[in-house]
């Protein structure tokens, strides 16, 4: 009996499986039967291939055939197996020669005409191909300037199915990627334009340097958003395991850009109040798909009007924030998406929010129910806390030319370089990174350093996780300072950063 088979991917969020297509042509009432877990969509793919074979030029065997998925118990989900499937089916007629499927990965939804359209995932397939020891990828022409961002593999671009016919039979080529000159770097919004507010610049150069998360509050027009919004051009460039792994997220959102596909800027994800839990932190039916959580890893995470998102949109981030990924169960599996992202939060101090603070018409009562939306397990988990006043014409006057993003960001740099070189055994690249038994173990300050934070524990001002962050706040201050280790006026501005007061 003939058989053939080719390859593709299955993804499970931005990691994968290969998956083995097989086709075989045997004896039976002409038919198609496809097994392997194939979803609904991929089902239909039985009549989507045939009518592309047939209106490629191709002859549909008359005889049964079998389109095996595997492996068997994985879920597949999708139509980027058209072409695998198709080309499997050719092969085993005879149609195509094998020799060129060896090593060779296959991506692409099929029309009923025989285009080969575009699928969402191509970088992190390929990665995962490369992974699995594949060397060739034929994808959709449309497709191919993200194929070619997966160093290691060949990558060819087909238009139409009779394209890879002619390839594999050795009378036609396939398109290769062009060389493009690299885009010019993302513009980000320069910290010059923000006057005044002191306190929250040197916050917002704090969180860069240590990787910490933020909350600004204060009324109405006095740059919490402005300063947010500069928070990633104080962040150094993306690493190119870094982009690579950006990328690939919003490869599988289908939002990459074809002047710009590779993401080398941190990200800022900025989603409205009434965004959805699984907007948010992802979701979906069949596999979940990334949620904006995932979309802002290695970059912020900015939740403009914190106060208004809900305790239940809120308290769905607190697990991403300890770990850096998020789970999400659904019926056809579990799958993971990082989510590694500093959290910016901004806030009015009440529910009227006045331009100053002796305008308000909230009772202390109001105040205190309105800040308390946020939860003190989120706050606990959120490093810096400041407290914005507004911006006088006197005082805009007497600051001068605020420092521009270049200035800071070098510092930021420095510091980041001490604690990348303080952790590198251990693996961790910024001190926000860093265990709490490991502060107090291997890295313990002396007791006369502590004096401070060790009373607070004791009257329980902070909590245990608390302490721990004011000591990777400590350490941030000492590396921006260029000193060897925190001294006592650290860790009391380190205290200082988490005064609940603040909020």
């Not at 083995?20 to 004896?27: S, W």
């Not at 169960?329 to 993971?336: E, I, L, P, T, Y």
């Not at 000492?478 to 200082?496: K, N, R, W, Y």
Request: with cysteine; net charge neutral.
């Amino acid at each position: 009996m003939p058989l053939a088979r080719t390859w593709s991917v299955a993804l499970l969020g931005i990691d994968g499986r290969l998956v083995e297509v097989e086709a075989d042509i045997g004896a039976g009432l002409p038919g198609v039967k496809l097994v392997g877990l194939p979803d609904p969509g991929l089902r239909e793919s039985k009549e989507r291939v045939k009518a592309a074979v047939r209106n490629s030029g191709q002859k549909w065997p008359e005889q049964h055939v079998t389109l095996g998925l595997s492996p068997a118990n994985l879920p597949k989900i999708g139509s980027g197996y058209d072409l695998g499937i198709a080309v499997a089916v050719l092969a085993a007629c005879g149609i195509v020669p094998v020799t060129k499927l060896r090593g060779t990965v296959l991506l692409g939804e099929l029309a009923l005409d025989g285009r080969i359209r575009p699928v969402r995932g191509v970088l992190p397939a390929l990665l995962v191909a490369r992974r699995s020891g594949m060397s060739r990828a034929v994808v959709p022409v449309e497709s191919l300037f993200e194929a070619a961002l997966a160093d290691g593999m060949e990558a060819l671009g087909a238009e139409r199915l009779a394209d890879v016919v002619d390839w594999l039979c050795g009378t036609g080529t396939l398109a290769e990627p062009e060389s493009t000159a690299e885009a010019p770097p993302e513009r980000v919004p320069d910290l010059a334009d923000v006057l005044g507010q002191p306190e929250a610049r040197w916050a917002v150069e704090v969180a860069a340097a240590g990787g910490h998360h933020l909350l600004l509050v204060g009324p109405p027009g006095v740059g919490k958003s402005m300063l947010a919004r500069r928070l990633p051009g104080l962040l150094p460039p993306l690493s190119a395991e870094e982009s690579l792994q950006v990328t690939a997220v919003h490869s599988v959102n289908g939002e990459l850009s074809r002047a710009a596909p590779l993401v080398r800027v941190p990200p800022f994800v900025a989603p409205h109040h009434s965004v959805s839990i699984a907007a948010l932190i992802g979701g979906g039916s069949g596999l979940a798909q990334p949620g904006m959580i995932s979309k802002a890893h290695r970059g912020v995470l900015f939740l403009d009007e914190a106060c208004e998102f809900g305790p239940q949109r809120l308290e769905s981030l607190r697990t991403a924030l300890e770990e850096g990924e998020i789970r999400l169960a659904r019926q056809k599996g579990v799958v993971s998406y990082p989510a590694r992202f500093q959290l910016v939060l901004a806030t009015n101090p009440c529910a009227c929010a006045p331009p100053r603070d002796t305008d308000c018409s909230c009772s202390p009562t109001e105040r205190r129910r309105y800040l308390g939306r946020l939860s003190g397990p989120l706050l606990d988990r959120v490093d810096l806390r400041v407290r914005m006043r507004p911006v006088t014409a006197m005082h805009a006057h007497e600051v001068g030319d605020p420092e521009p993003s270049a200035v800071v960001r070098e510092r930021v740099g420095r510091a980041r370089d001490r604690a990348a070189a303080r952790w590198s055994e251990h693996g961790w690249r910024t001190n926000s990174e860093v265990p709490g038994p490991v502060l107090r173990k291997e890295f313990a300050l002396p007791r006369d350093v502590t004096v401070l934070l060790d009373r607070a524990l004791d009257r329980g001002v902070v909590t245990a996780r608390g302490a721990d962050r004011c000591l990777r706040i400590a350490w941030t201050l000492c590396d921006l300072a260029g000193a060897d280790e925190p001294d006592a006026d650290h860790l009391a501005a380190a205290m200082e950063f988490r005064d609940r007061r603040a909020a």
